[in-house]
């Protein structure tokens, strides 16, 4: 006995059934890659007394430069490197507004001015490593994001020693971050900026790899 052709209207709704089966999978993998973000994310300095050559701070938050230059007063590296700071900006005045003494620091501080972003900042800080000769450094971030960071790190300087300082902004309630909107909407914001690096770094080993 022949089958009955299907109607427009079953087709309609095994479509939708598809659909909506295909979206809740979608929908849990992207959870499930969120929760494993948050747990990326430190909750403190894994790594508190190894020394490193350099000291390098990320600007774009509150606490990191105050940190890099105390690693660096501390012996924690010999050199800070400030990355992404603003044109003009000279390293007096980074001293002056973090209220360290320029004559004990200033010999040992660069600032690099060509970072806009993350991808920048790992570039910039690459090119002064090879410079300098230098192999391990400590970066110096916010908590929420140390994980995208080292993952743009990783992707410009595979060799490099890299020890994770984060910093943690009163403001970015990590623990709790599905009960605050602007944590919550920073850590998803954080999370697909992360996906895009991660995806990015792939698709240059594959290429790297497959290349003759």
Same mark, same amino acid.
């Given at each position: 006995?022949?089958?009955?052709?299907?109607?427009?209207?079953?087709?309609?709704?095994?479509?939708?059934?598809?659909?909506?089966?295909?979206?809740?999978?979608?929908?849990?993998?992207?959870?499930?890659? &969120? /929760?494993?973000?948050?747990?990326?994310? $430190? +909750?403190? !300095?894994?790594?508190?007394?190894?020394?490193?050559?350099?000291? %390098?701070?990320?600007?774009?938050?509150?606490?990191?430069?105050?940190?890099?230059?105390?690693?660096?007063?501390?012996?924690?590296?010999?050199?800070?490197?400030?990355?992404?700071?603003?044109?003009?900006?000279?390293?007096?005045?980074?001293?002056?507004?973090?209220?360290?003494?320029?004559?004990?620091?200033?010999?040992?501080?660069?600032?690099?001015?060509?970072?806009?972003?993350?991808?920048?900042?790992?570039?910039?800080?690459?090119?002064?490593?090879?410079?300098?000769?230098?192999?391990?450094?400590? &970066? /110096?971030?916010?908590?929420?994001?140390? $994980? +995208?960071? !080292?993952?743009?790190?990783?992707?410009?300087?595979?060799?490099? %020693?890299?020890?994770?300082?984060?910093?943690?902004?009163?403001?970015?309630?990590?623990?709790?971050?599905?009960?605050?909107?602007?944590?919550?909407?920073?850590?998803?914001?954080?999370?697909?900026?992360?996906?895009?690096?991660?995806?990015?770094?792939?698709?240059?080993?594959?290429?790297?790899?497959?290349?003759?």
């Amino acid at each position: 006995m022949a089958r009955r052709p299907l109607t427009r209207r079953r087709r309609n709704r095994r479509f939708a059934a598809a659909f909506f089966f295909l979206s809740l999978v979608a929908a849990s993998i992207w959870v499930i890659g &969120l /929760v494993k973000f948050v747990n990326l994310i $430190p +909750r403190d !300095v894994a790594d508190a007394e190894s020394a490193t050559d350099a000291v %390098v701070v990320l600007t774009g938050g509150s606490m990191r430069l105050e940190t890099g230059l105390k690693l660096l007063q501390d012996g924690y590296g010999r050199k800070l490197f400030i990355s992404g700071v603003h044109r003009g900006v000279e390293v007096n005045e980074l001293l002056k507004v973090s209220r360290r003494s320029s004559e004990e620091l200033d010999c040992c501080v660069t600032l690099g001015y060509s970072a806009d972003n993350t991808v920048g900042n790992a570039r910039e800080t690459a090119i002064w490593m090879r410079e300098e000769g230098f192999h391990s450094l400590r &970066l /110096v971030t916010a908590s929420y994001h140390m $994980p +995208r960071s !080292v993952e743009e790190f990783r992707a410009v300087s595979p060799d490099l %020693v890299i020890f994770d300082h984060p910093v943690f902004p009163s403001h970015v309630k990590t623990d709790d971050w599905w009960r605050w909107p602007g944590t919550t909407t920073l850590i998803i914001g954080e999370y697909h900026k992360f996906l895009i690096a991660r995806a990015r770094r792939t698709l240059d080993q594959v290429g790297g790899g497959l290349s003759i």
